[in-house]
């Protein structure tokens, strides 16, 4: 099998990362493609640093650009100009193990739950520039192949670590990748462990507390859907619920149960209110999807919740 840098390959400045293993695909941004060639002369697309340390220069048999900072090909708007799409990822083979990677050793023998958790703490190798949490790890799951359930499986146990970095981990690797296997273990550890998450500060958002992070972690794993575009994981909807009604949950959370069940949303919207006086204006605005013949209603469970809050989201 064969990778490619899709959408888009990127061109990255010399102060981010361009990889030099062939299996290296842009697994995320920004991620140089080292695998660029060109449809129109054929050639392949060479890279060199110039001497201001900053710019990376690109070039084939008839092509040259100099990149500061990323540069995704196809990815423009050709409003004003053609885009330029001559030099395509030419695909990257399979990551296969064994291997090592950053000076960890990856065979059949490998212990996934002491790799995840040493790593998580003291990843090996932090590329430049890219913005994911758990990056290491990440980008560990996108390269492999059928190894992938057990690393995510290991992640999984992580949600119920007694050190609270490493639940950080767990929450930020399955934001990440929301459909990997043992994501649909996150609702189930959370309410069992929820009066335990609700006075630990999240390692990473203090003050804020890792329950507070784990509803963050809901929302996104909401974003899972089947075909009728309703959530897969009816567990986290119902605990998303819950928080809710408690204050806990994003400031876009209004607008997650208007997309996924908009009659609960009318019902309780203002116990939200009173819940969480942030949601207000969000609640209001969202009301604008209820029946007609409801909004009166909604809007004035409102208002008696937090009224000037109503009063200043209407005006």
């Known amino acids: 099998m064969t ?9 990255v400045g010399a102060r981010l990362w361009l990889p030099t293993e062939p299996f290296e695909f842009g697994w995320a941004s920004p991620v140089g493609c080292n695998a660029l060639r060109c449809t129109a002369c054929g050639e392949p697309v060479r890279s060199e640093v110039l001497p201001d340390g900053e710019r990376r220069r690109y070039a084939c048999g008839c092509h040259r650009r100099d990149t500061v900072w990323s540069y995704r090909i196809g990815s423009e708007s050709d409003d004003l100009a053609p885009a330029f799409t001559d030099w395509v990822c030419g695909g990257h083979p399979d990551f296969e193990l064994p291997a090592v ?15 995840v958790a ?16 758990a990056r290491w790890i990440t980008r560990l799951y996108r390269l492999l192949g059928a190894e992938r359930t057990a690393l995510s499986g290991a992640m999984a146990g992580l949600l119920n670590a007694e050190d609270p970095h490493l639940v950080r981990a767990a929450y930020d690797f399955f934001t990440n ?27 990473r958002r203090a003050p804020a507390t890792l329950l507070s992070g784990a509803a963050l972690l809901l929302h996104e794993r909401l974003l899972v859907v089947d075909d009728a575009g309703a959530p897969v994981d009816g567990p986290a ?28 949303l009318w019902a309780h919207s203002g116990a939200l209110a009173a819940a969480n006086a942030e949601w207000v204006e969000t609640l209001v605005y969202a009301s604008s999807w209820a029946p007609a013949a409801a909004r009166e209603k909604i809007l004035a469970e409102m208002a008696e919740a937090a009224p000037a809050e109503v009063r200043a989201a209407i005006e």
């Not at 990778?3 to 061109?11: A, R, T």
């Not at 990748?177 to 630990?200: M, S």
């Not at 994003?250 to 997309?259: C, E, K, Q, Y």
Request: net charge negative.
């Open 177 to 203: 990748e929301r459909q990997a296997a043992g994501a649909e273990l996150v609702a189930g550890a959370v309410a069992r462990r929820r009066e335990w998450l609700a006075k630990t500060p999240d390692p």
């Open 237 to 264: 909807l119902t605990l998303t619920k819950e928080l809710a009604l408690a204050g806990i949950g994003p400031g876009d959370t209004p607008l997650t149960f208007r997309d996924y069940d908009p009659d609960w």
């Open 118 to 133: 040493e790593t998580a703490l003291r990843p090996p190798f932090d590329p430049p520039g890219v913005e994911l949490h």
């Open 3 to 11: 990778n490619f840098c899709n959408p888009y390959p990127e061109l």
């Open 101 to 115: 990677l950053d000076g960890v050793e990856l065979n059949e023998a490998v212990g996934w739950d002491a790799l």
